[in-house]
C-alpha cells in the first residue's frame, strides 16, 4: 500500500533482475544440455539395440528402420499439433523445441538405419528427400534465430502486409522527386538517373538472388550512383539528391525486410513438404522392405 | 438503392439499446410499486433525457432480487458491475475477508515446462489468502487472534433457480467483523463506478428484497442531483472507513481514531473520467507538453501538509531536470504519496519540514483521499513500527528555500534498464494493462502463427494487429489489455461490454452489442475495432430499414470459453509472444531477464 515501502521492495525486484537474467539463462542452458544429453543417450541405446539384433542373427535394419518410423511419425506431429489451435496440449514453442531435438535423434537414427551410402532408386529418392530435410530444417532453424535480429536491424518493423503499401508510397514520394528535377535544369540529371536505374528498383520487385540472400549491395551503389552526379547538381538538386538516397535506403530497408519475412515462410512451408513426401515414401519403403524381406 | 440478396448476406433488425433488459420478467406493477418507494419517488423526472425515462430505466437496468437469510448478494474479489438498493430486509457487509481468494493469473506467468509440470504434480493448496499477505510480517507468523474458520458455502437449486449461501450466518456473523445495511441503503456502487472487484461481502442477514441497478443504470440515476448527493455521502459515512481500514499502516488503529481520521480526510478527483479524447489529441504534442497539461496534484517544492493516497486511476511522479520532467515511477490505486516527508517531519520534529521532493500528476482520472500531516502525527505514526517507515531523506532536493540539488538525486528504482521503460509505459499508458500483449522483437520472425491462432479461435477473424508501439525489441501490440481501469466500459449503453466477475477479462456479449462504436472510440490503445455482424452460417447482416451494414465491436477476450487459452501465446513457435501485467512493471522483470 505504501508508496515507498512497494518502491523499496520493487527495487530490490529490480535489483535482482540481472541475478534473475542469469539465473534463466542457467536454468536455459541446464535445459540445453539435458536435451542434448538425451538425443546422446537414445542414439546410443538405438546403437545399442541394432548391435544386439544384429548380434542375434537378426536384421538390424528392422530395428533401427522401427525407430526411425517412430521418430519420423513423432516429428510429424508438429504440423498436426499447429493445426489443432484449441487443444490444450502445451504451448507450440514447446512443441518446436521438442521437434528440434527429435530432429537430431531422426538423424541419428537414419544413420544406423541406412548409412551414408545407399542402394537402390527408391532408397536413393528418399535419402536426397531426407538430407534435404535435414538442411532445410537446420536452415529453418539457422534463420528463426537470426531472422528477427536481421529484421530488427532494417529499422522499424513492417507488418507483411503492410509492405506493399509502404513500396508503393515511397515510389510515389520517388516518383515526384524526380517530376520536380525533371523541370529544372539544375537537377535534369537526377531525372535522367531516376529513368535509367530507379524506375526498376522502386516499381519492380527484386531478383530472386536478393530474395533468397538479400544484401544492401545494389542499395549501395545506387547511392554511389547518385553521389556521383554531385558535380553537376546545385545546392537545391543536393538536397533533392539527398532526399532521392533517403529514399533508395528506406526502400531497400523494406525490401530487405520483405525477403527476409518471405524467406522464413518459405522455407518452413518447403520443409513441411518435404516432411510429408518423405513420409509418403517411407510407407512405400517399408512396404516393399516387408514385401520382400526375407526375415 | 435496395440490397440485392445474395446467399452471403441476411437482412435482419438493427439491434438497439435495451433488446435485452436485466430482468424480461419485470412487470409493470412492479415498477409502479418501485416508484413510489425513496430514492425514485424524490427523482426529478426532468433529470433524465426523453429517450431514456426514469421509468425505462427501472425497466431496463434493474431486477428484483429475493434472498433469503445467508445468501451470497455480493463477494469480495469479484469484479463489480452493479448498485444494489436494499428495499426490503437488511444485509450484512463483512469488513474482512471470508475466503482465501484465488487468483486465476495463468497468463502472467512465464512458466517453463518443467514448472508446469511440477505444478501439475504439486497440491493445491490456494494459499494466496489477500489478507495474510498484506498483513504477514515476521512477528505475525503467529496470529495473536486466530481467525475462525472459513464459512461453508452451499449450493442449493430449486424452482427461482440455485442460491448459494452460507450455512452457518450466525457463527459467520460473530467471527467476523461486520456492518448491517437496511432498507433504503445502497452497496456496490463503488465497485461499479470504478470498474473495480468489490471489496467486501455481502451477505443476506434476514430475509430481504434487493434491486440490482446494473452500472448503465446507475450512470443515468447520478444525473439526478439529490441521488447523487446521497451517494456521496454514504460514501464518507461508510466506504471511506472501510477504505482507510485496509491500508496497513492503519491497522492497529482504534474505530475513534479511525472516525477522527476519516473526519479529517478530503476526497479530490483529478482530470476527466473520459481522459481517453483528451490523451488521443495530446498524444500527438511532445512528451513535455503532454506531461505539462497533465492535471498537477502536488508541486515538487510545495510543503507537504498531506500524505495523499490514490483510490482509483495512476499517477506520475515526477520531477523537474532543466526544462524538462523526468519520470521516477508511477503509483496505482492504493499507493501513496508523500509519506516520506510525513515521516521525515515525524522522526525529526526538530528539523524545519521538508517539502514535497517530486511531483505528482493526474495520468488521466484520478481519485485521491488527502490525509492531513497532523492527523497522522497524531494518531497513525507512532503505532507504525519504525521498520515499516520509509528511509530517512538524508539529502533532499528541497528544502523550505526551495531546490538544493538540481540533480533529479537517487532514482526510486535502481535498475537502470526499467527506468526508461517505465517512462515509456506511463507515456503510452500501458500502466493499465493487466494482460497486455508484449512481442519480443528479437524472437518473432513474423510467421503470424499467433494471428492464425487467433483467427481460428474466432470464426476466422484474427481479434488483434500484430503491430503496435516499440520499445527496444519489445513490441506492444494492439490487442485488448483487459485494463486495470478499462474506459472502454464507461460508455456502453447496453452493458455489451463487461468484465468477467472472477477472472477480470474484458469480453464483448455480441448479443447485446448495438454496434454504437462508444467502446472502439473510447479506447486509447485503438484496440477495438468495428467489424461486421454475420450470423452463424457466417452470412453478412445487413440492416433491415437502412440495409447499411450491421456493425459489432471486436476485441480480443483471451480466449475465454476454451481451454488453451489465450490461443495466440500458446501458437507462438518461438515463445516471442507473451500476455504480461504492465501495470507492474517488477512483475515484468524475470521475462526480461530471461530475454536477456
Redesign the interface.
Known amino acids: 500500500m505504501n508508496a515507498s515501502v512497494s518502491i523499496a521492495s520493487e527495487n530490490s525486484g529490480a535489483m535482482n533482475s540481472t541475478q534473475v537474467a542469469k539465473h534463466q539463462s542457467a536454468r536455459a542452458r541446464r535445459l540445453r544440455i539435458l536435451s542434448l544429453l538425451l538425443v546422446t543417450l537414445t542414439g546410443g541405446v538405438m546403437y545399442l539395440v541394432s548391435q544386439s539384433a544384429d548380434a542375434s542373427l537378426g536384421n538390424e535394419r528392422f530395428a533401427t528402420g522401427y525407430a526411425l518410423a517412430t521418430v519420423c511419425v513423432l516429428l510429424a506431429l508438429l504440423p498436426l499439433r499447429k493445426k489443432m489451435v484449441r487443444a490444450n496440449l502445451g504451448s507450440i514453442a514447446i512443441w518446436q523445441a521438442t521437434h528440434q531435438y527429435l530432429g537430431c535423434v531422426c538423424l541419428l537414427a537414419y544413420g544406423l538405419h541406412a548409412g551414408f551410402l545407399v542402394n537402390g532408386w527408391i532408397e536413393i529418392w528418399l535419402a536426397v528427400t531426407f538430407w534435404f530435410i535435414v538442411a532445410s530444417g537446420f536452415f529453418s532453424w539457422y534463420i528463426n534465430r537470426t531472422s528477427p535480429k536481421l529484421i530488427r536491424a532494417a529499422g522499424m518493423h513492417v507488418l507483411r502486409e503492410d509492405l506493399p503499401k509502404k513500396k508503393r508510397e515511397l515510389a510515389e514520394q520517388a516518383y515526384r522527386l524526380a517530376l520536380s528535377a525533371a523541370g529544372r535544369n539544375e537537377s535534369a540529371v537526377l531525372a535522367d538517373f531516376y529513368r535509367l536505374h530507379l524506375t526498376s528498383f522502386f516499381n519492380r520487385p527484386r531478383s530472386l538472388r536478393f530474395q533468397a540472400f538479400p544484401t544492401a549491395s545494389k542499395c549501395r551503389s545506387l547511392i554511389a550512383g547518385l553521389e556521383e552526379l554531385d558535380r553537376y547538381l546545385g545546392n537545391e538538386g543536393k538536397s533533392m539528391r539527398d532526399e532521392i538516397a533517403r529514399l533508395v535506403d528506406a526502400k531497400d530497408r523494406i525490401d530487405f525486410q520483405h525477403a527476409i519475412q518471405v524467406r522464413v515462410r518459405v522455407v518452413a512451408s518447403l520443409h513441411s513438404v518435404l516432411l510429408s513426401s518423405f513420409i509418403l515414401l517411407c510407407i512405400a519403403h517399408v512396404y516393399l522392405a516387408f514385401r520382400f524381406s526375407s526375415h | 438503392m435496395p440490397l440485392k440478396l445474395s446467399s452471403g448476406i441476411v437482412v435482419v433488425d438493427r439491434p438497439v439499446r435495451w433488446d435485452h433488459p436485466l430482468d424480461p420478467a419485470m412487470a409493470s406493477h412492479d415498477l409502479q410499486w418501485m416508484l413510489r418507494l425513496p430514492p425514485f419517488s424524490g427523482m426529478n423526472p426532468d433529470s433524465f433525457a426523453p429517450n431514456c425515462s426514469l421509468l425505462d430505466i427501472l425497466k431496463n437496468d434493474c431486477k428484483l432480487h429475493q434472498f433469503r437469510a445467508g445468501d451470497i448478494v455480493v463477494r469480495e474479489g469479484a469484479y463489480g458491475h452493479s448498485a444494489y438498493l436494499i428495499l426490503d430486509g437488511t444485509v450484512r457487509a463483512f469488513l474482512e475477508p471470508l475466503w482465501r481468494i484465488k487468483h486465476e493469473d495463468r497468463s502472467t506467468a512465464v512458466d ?3 514448472s ?1 509440470l511440477k505444478s501439475r504434480w504439486r497440491r493445491q493448496d490456494n494459499s494466496e489468502d489477500r489478507r495474510a499477505s ?1 498483513r504477514a510480517t515476521p512477528t505475525d507468523s503467529i496470529p495473536k487472534n486466530p481467525q475462525p474458520p472459513a464459512p461453508v458455502q452451499m449450493v442449493k437449486s430449486d424452482s427461482s433457480g440455485s442460491r448459494v449461501f452460507l450455512q452457518d450466518i450466525n457463527a459467520v456473523v460473530d467471527g467476523y467483523e461486520s456492518n448491517s445495511l437496511g432498507v433504503g441503503e445502497i452497496f456496490g456502487e463503488m465497485a461499479a463506478i470504478t470498474r473495480t472487484p468489490h471489496r467486501y461481502t455481502v451477505i443476506a442477514d434476514s430475509e430481504c428484497l434487493v434491486m440490482e441497478i446494473r452500472w448503465q443504470g446507475l450512470r443515468l440515476f447520478r444525473r439526478d442531483r439529490q441521488f447523487r448527493d446521497q451517494l456521496d455521502q454514504q460514501y464518507r459515512e461508510t466506504s471511506l472507513k472501510t477504505n482507510l481500514r ?4 492503519f491497522r492497529f488503529l482504534t474505530d475513534e481514531s479511525l472516525e477522527q481520521i476519516a473526519a479529517a480526510t478530503r476526497l479530490e478527483s483529478y482530470g476527466e473520467m473520459e481522459w481517453f479524447a483528451d490523451y488521443q489529441i495530446n498524444k500527438q504534442r511532445d512528451l513535455q507538453e503532454r506531461i505539462e497539461t497533465e492535471p498537477l496534484i502536488v508541486s515538487e517544492g510545495d510543503s507537504a501538509d498531506d500524505l495523499l493516497l490514490i483510490r482509483n486511476g495512476f499517477a506520475r ?1 515526477s520531477c523537474e531536470i532543466g526544462n524538462g520532467h523526468q519520470t521516477m ?1 508511477y ?1 496505482g490505486r ?4 508523500g ?2 516527508e510525513v ?1 521525515q517531519n515525524y522522526r525529526r520534529p526538530w528539523e524545519t519540514p521538508l517539502p514535497y521532493q517530486h511531483s505528482l500528476r493526474a495520468l488521466g482520472y484520478v481519485d485521491i483521499l488527502r490525509i492531513p500531516k497532523d492527523v497522522l502525527i497524531e494518531f497513525v505514526l507512532p503505532n507504525v513500527r519504525r521498520s ?4 530517512v531523506i538524508d539529502s533532499p532536493r528541497y528544502d523550505v528555500g526551495g531546490l538544493v540539488v538540481a540533480e533529479a538525486g537517487k532514482p ?4 537502470h ?2 527506468v526508461s521503460l517505465v517512462e515509456f509505459l506511463v507515456d503510452e499508458r500501458l500502466i493499465n494493462g493487466k494482460r497486455t500483449m508484449m512481442i519480443d ?9 499467433c494471428v ?2 487467433c483467427a ?2 474466432h470464426g476466422g477473424t484474427p481479434r488483434f ?3 503496435g508501439p ?1 520499445f527496444g ?1 519489445l ?1 506492444f501490440a494492439h490487442a485488448c489489455m483487459h485494463c486495470e481501469d478499462p474506459v472502454c466500459m464507461i460508455g456502453c449503453p447496453t452493458g455489451a461490454i463487461g468484465r468477467d466477475s472472477e477472472t477480470g477479462v474484458v469480453s464483448i456479449n455480441s448479443n447485446t452489442c448495438i454496434g454504437c462504436k462508444t467502446c472502439s472510440e473510447s479506447c486509447p490503445y485503438e484496440n477495438i475495432v468495428m467489424v461486421q455482424r454475420t450470423d452463424s452460417r457466417g452470412r453478412l447482416a445487413y440492416d433491415r430499414q437502412t440495409q447499411l451494414p450491421i456493425l459489432q465491436a471486436s476485441k480480443c477476450d483471451l480466449c475465454h470459453g ?3 487459452r489465450p ?1 495466440c ?8 509472444l507473451v500476455r504480461l501485467d504492465t501495470s507492474n ?2 512483475s515484468l ?2 521475462w ?3 530475454k ?1
Open positions: 517453463s515446462f518443467l508446469m498484506r485496509e491500508i496497513e499502516l511522479v515511477w503509483l492504493g499507493r501513496f504519496f509519506l516520506d515521516a515499516e517507515l520509509p528511509p526510486l528504482i535502481a535498475n534498464e526499467l522483437l528479437d524472437r518473432c520472425t513474423g510467421c503470424d502463427d492464425k491462432a481460428a479461435t494487429v500484430r503491430n516499440q525489441p513490441m476454451i481451454s488453451a490461443a501465446q500458446n501458437a507462438c513457435p518461438h515463445a516471442a512493471v517488477v522483470t524475470p526480461l531477464g530471461a536477456g
